[in-house]
């Protein structure tokens, strides 16, 4: 055993089911979403996070079928054809890109808790955007379909939330 071993972050095995939270986030009702695309849930089931980190995961193994290269969103495909899509933040597609640091490329194997995005919160923030993020389940297994998501006021990245 190595002098820096007991640093490493231990390894977490999620199934191919699980969801897990995108950031280190407290979770705002779907209803307070400031814009009423995510807000009446027209694009699909949706939860919503406001950050308190800079970092996005991957919610959830499987192939990450779409990534915009402004970074402002991604899609993730399970195995069992469930599509999930990231939305981070309001209208930040704006930014075009300024304030996203991008760790995967579309196309690409992805695990659940996996690192995609690095972003400026500040940087987004104080250029005027919402940084409410939401995940959506943008194609259920089955259409009338539900997650029944189990997490409560705050989360932590990676945490299974399904």
Partial sequence: MGLFSKFKKEEIEY????????A????????EIQDSVFSKELLGQTIAFELNDNTIVSPCNGVL????????????????????????GINTVNLKGQGFKLYAKQGEEVKAGQK???????KI?????????MLIISEPINKDDKVEFSCINTVEK?????
């Fill in 125 to 133: 923030k104080e250029a005027g955007y919402d940084l409410t993020t």
């Fill in 116 to 122: 995609l995005l690095q972003i400026k919160r500040e």
């Fill in 24 to 31: 280190d986030a407290t979770l705002v009702p779907v209803n």
């Fill in 65 to 88: 079928e779409m990534m915009y290269p402004t970074g402002h969103a991604f899609a993730v495909r399970r195995k069992d054809g469930m599509g999930i899509l990231v939305h981070v």
């Fill in 158 to 162: 990676g945490q299974v939330i399904n």
């Fill in 15 to 22: 199934s191919d089911t699980d969801i897990v939270a995108i």
